[in-house]
């Protein structure tokens, strides 16, 4: 397996990069709609259990890309898949390009009622609280679980709000692993509307779209 770094990509351009990141829908001009544009973003030490995951499956073959990738970058450059500080651009042996990004956490707002546990008071009322999701790298992370390790994750707050996350968060117990794709919607996540796709965040244009192998 060759893996050729192209490019570091440093934090801060990392950073001016994702307020760059559209949504698949258009304004009603035509125009991007930018949710991240006034948004808070850093880069952050994390513990999986601090987030997420929005999906209910994950796929075979890409954690065990997660995992050659990783034992390649190590081996071969130093690096650490689970802690980048910025972004890498990389090249296989195929030629195929890669813009390589720590995993992407959102901060997304959710109306929650709280169900009592024994012992509790029950309370008839909805409260708005911030909860930290995975938007875009769960097998990564899900390798950090694997690994008993923390990982480096771009932590985003304060998206605009009238453009939410379009799935529900779940939790990782409900998570099933797969060698294929679901079929269903209701096999893939909590989709929270049936445009959902409009809500979702185009992250191909920083070049993210995995290659299928890592080569020989």
Not at 7 to 23: D, G
Not at 46 to 61: A, D, G, I, K, Q
Not at 154 to 175: C, K, L, M, Q
Request: glycine share 6%; with cysteine; aromatic share 8%.
């Amino acid at each position: 397996m060759e893996i050729k770094i192209i490019k570091r990509i440093e934090p801060s351009e990392l950073v001016e990069k994702i307020r760059n990141v559209p949504l698949i829908q258009k304004a009603q001009d035509g125009s991007e709609i930018k949710v991240y544009e006034k948004a808070r973003i850093s880069i952050r030490e994390l513990h999986p259990s601090e987030v997420n995951p929005t999906t209910f499956y994950l796929l075979r073959p890409q954690l065990k890309l997660q995992k050659d990738l990783r034992e390649c970058l190590m081996k071969k450059h130093g690096i650490d898949l689970l802690h980048l500080e910025g972004a890498l651009e990389i090249v296989n042996e195929q030629g195929e390009l890669w813009t390589l990004t720590p995993p992407i956490v959102e901060v997304t707002p959710r109306d929650v009622k709280y169900c009592a546990r024994e012992g509790e008071i029950e309370y008839n009322d909805t409260a708005r609280i911030q909860i930290p999701i995975i938007n875009d790298g769960a097998h990564r992370v899900f390798t950090a679980i694997q690994a008993g390790e923390t990982f480096h994750g771009v932590y985003i707050t304060g998206a605009d709000e009238r453009f939410p996350f379009y799935a529900h968060p779940n939790e990782w117990s409900r998570i099933k692993i797969f060698d294929a794709m679901p079929t269903t919607k209701q096999e893939k996540k909590f989709y929270s509307r049936d445009d959902c796709y409009a809500l979702y965040r185009n992250f191909d244009v920083l070049g993210c779209g995995k290659p299928r192998t890592l080569g020989t």
